[in-house]
């Protein structure tokens, strides 16, 4: 097996992450996330499960088109490797395969639950028919794909015995990667490490040309400490997430692992290929496109992660940084620098700071770009880069406009019922304009627009923010929503199983505005799913994979 001093890293946002409730991205969202993954250095991308649905499919074929491949008139850049995942069937292979085929390095991961429990009750197959499984699928993988991936899923609660012989049989049929997950997130640190070190002192075949890789979810919050228990017992491959999201309680945060074997250099001995500078703004690029605000207290890219509050360490940071700060902010790309853009810019400087965020507009794109920063200039002395990321997201990469917000005006103080008056303009280009009243000026402009839109709904989550300092801060509000089915012909419990989450992300200076934005923006994403049936495919739990 792989025994150098360097740890892969495959970044599974797009797929793993974004099955994460309300997590959803569109195309162009994926494909912008793609592409700041492999300028931040990320190894392995996986773009996502092209059997999910058509939409996914050719998602995923985008990325491996776009971002797979050298930009025209280069061969320097760096190209990552772009996977897609596939149930061991043929139909799912044959669709990976498909999706991927157009990058200069693709790869194709498999994977086939191994634990007794996954074998008794949901593959309902004996362990040999298991074997027997990933022999077949894994050697049709191959055929495809010179670079094949395989999972044993539910690893983590696998018998160690047979997890050497399926690993063995996958292997001898041409596995070149054997990710080893913790898939409900059950291992503690010391299990997981015997666990790797078990597969590879005693899995048959195994040699210098195999990568073992860990997945960890983080259901007991040990999704990082297991992953580098597994590194230091030998894997050099960590499958992680931008900002932890995942299934249920989240993957394993990419920022943590990257940053833990950076500062902890001495200890680990071990490198990434990481640009770490980009961090934040990839972190933040992430919670905008998915609606999935980042908890202040998160490590690495938490709002609080580089405050001091307490008199003591305020003290100590004054005498030096190093007495509480184990890491430099820069080093994450967090800084107090501004960029001195403002009303006076022009359409050439926004172009290169865009560029050098790593937007890449056409002239189309610019011109609606420089209108919106415009238009914030006049309200804002100095635009920063945090404001010209929510400015892009919020302009470009929102879904197709179903509706759109065209004037909002809401009355509201002690004297009077706070009171909206909503302008969108609907599918059919007509205007559509609504007045209500409700606790609070938000809540008045929700009402507004759900008598206009007319798609039932639940209000699952709204999170408001000012994106810098000032009271001239641009506003950014993230919202949740869920779909209900509006004639209670299912019971509350199942109306809770069965509708799927939707995020929504709105920026603005005023923040009753960008509240409008953010259910607009959330509001079209269930109306497309509704009109257009993109149901995504589930795995055997019936969770969705797409």
């Known amino acids: 097996m792989t025994k150098s001093n360097y740890v892969k890293i495959f970044d599974t946002t797009l797929r793993d992450g974004e099955q994460s409730p309300g997590a959803t991205m569109t195309s162009a969202e994926k494909l912008e996330v793609a592409r700041s993954l492999a300028r931040m250095g990320v190894d392995i991308i996986e773009a996502g499960f092209p059997a999910a649905s058509p939409d996914d499919l050719e998602a995923v074929r985008r990325i491996a088109a776009e ?11 760096r190209v990552p490797i772009i996977t897609g995942l596939a149930r061991a069937n043929k139909s799912d292979i044959d669709k990976a395969w498909e999706a991927v085929r157009e990058a200069e390095k693709p790869r194709i991961h498999t994977f086939l639950a191994t634990s007794p429990i996954h074998m008794k009750h949901k593959l309902k197959m004996d362990p040999e028919e298991v074997i027997q499984r990933v022999s077949e699928m894994v050697a049709y993988a191959r055929s495809l794909c010179a670079d094949v991936e395989f999972s044993p899923e539910d690893a983590g609660r696998s018998d160690p015995e047979f997890l050497y012989v ?15 997950p913790d898939t409900v997130g059950y291992t503690t640190p010391d299990e997981f490490y015997n666990l790797i070190d078990g597969i590879i002192k ?95 207290n998160k490590a690495i890219v938490g709002a609080n992660a580089f405050a001091h509050e307490a008199g003591i360490h305020q003290d100590g940071m004054l005498k030096h940084n190093l007495t509480y700060e184990i890491m430099r902010p820069e080093d994450v790309g967090v800084n107090q620098t501004k960029l001195v853009l403002g009303k006076h810019s022009g359409r050439h400087a926004l172009r290169s700071r865009l560029a050098e965020m790593g937007h890449s507009l056409d002239e189309s794109e610019l011109d609606k770009a420089f209108a919106r920063f415009k238009e914030l200039a006049d309200r804002k002395k100095v635009i920063t880069d945090a404001d010209l990321e929510a400015l892009i997201a919020d302009e470009f990469y929102r879904p197709r406009d179903v509706y759109y917000l065209e004037g909002l005006q809401v009355s509201c103080g002690t004297l009077g019922m706070p009171t909206a008056t909503v302008r969108l303009r609907g599918p059919d280009r007509a205007e559509h304009v609504h007045a209500s009243m409700g606790t609070g000026p938000v809540d008045a402009t929700y009402k507004a627009i759900d008598a206009i839109v007319n798609t039932p709904c639940k209000l699952l989550e709204f999170n408001i923010h000012a994106i810098t300092e000032g009271i001239d801060a641009l506003g950014e509000v993230t919202v949740r929503i869920q779909g209900t089915n509006g004639h209670h012909t299912m019971d509350a419990q199942k109306e809770v199983e069965f509708s799927r989450v939707y995020g929504g992300h709105g920026a603005d200076t005023d923040i009753i505005v960008a509240s409008a934005k953010a259910y607009i923006n959330a509001l079209n994403k269930l109306i497309i799913a509704q009109t257009e049936g993109l149901q995504p495919a589930t795995n055997d739990f019936g969770v969705m994979l797409g």
Do not use: W
Not at 67 to 77: E, F, K, M, S
Not at 265 to 275: A, Q
Not at 289 to 296: E, R
């Open 67 to 77: 971002v797979g491949c050298q930009p025209p008139g280069r061969n320097d850049a």
């Open 166 to 180: 399926v690993l063995g049989e996958a292997i001898k049929a041409g596995a070149t990667t054997l990710n080893i």
């Open 202 to 296: 005693n899995t048959p075949g195994m040699h210098d040309g195999i990568t073992v890789s860990v997945h960890c979810h983080d259901d007991l919050g040990l999704a990082t400490a297991n992953t580098l228990a597994g590194i230091r017992a030998g894997a050099r491959q960590a499958e992680v997430t931008i900002n932890g999201i995942g299934e249920r309680a989240g993957n394993t945060s990419l920022e943590e692992v990257v940053m833990t074997l950076k500062t902890r250099h001495p200890v680990f001995n071990l490198e990434t290929g990481i640009d770490t500078t980009q961090i934040a703004r990839v972190s933040k690029q992430v919670s905008n496109y998915t609606g999935m605000v980042v908890q202040p």
